[in-house]
């Protein structure tokens, strides 16, 4: 190699901080970014607000 290395962007904040209040009567997790309530998905949580993947198996 001639000494090039690759850069690898860091973790950015969303662009809103702002969180969402928890839905009293929901069972949905809620997501650990955003407090949105999470949608289950396949092997996966996924919050619809941020994007943020909640994995059901211990990554």
Do not use: N
């Not at 690898?8 to 997790?29: C, D, F, H, N, W």
């Not at 309530?37 to 994007?51: D, V």
């Amino acid at each position: 190699m001639s000494g090039r290395r690759a850069r690898v962007s860091g973790m950015e904040a969303p662009a809103s901080t702002e969180r969402y209040q928890p839905i009293v009567e929901s069972k949905r997790l809620p997501c650990d970014a955003c407090g949105a309530p999470m949608e289950p998905e396949h092997a996966h949580y996924r919050c619809t607000a941020c994007g943020y993947i909640l994995p059901c198996c211990g990554w």
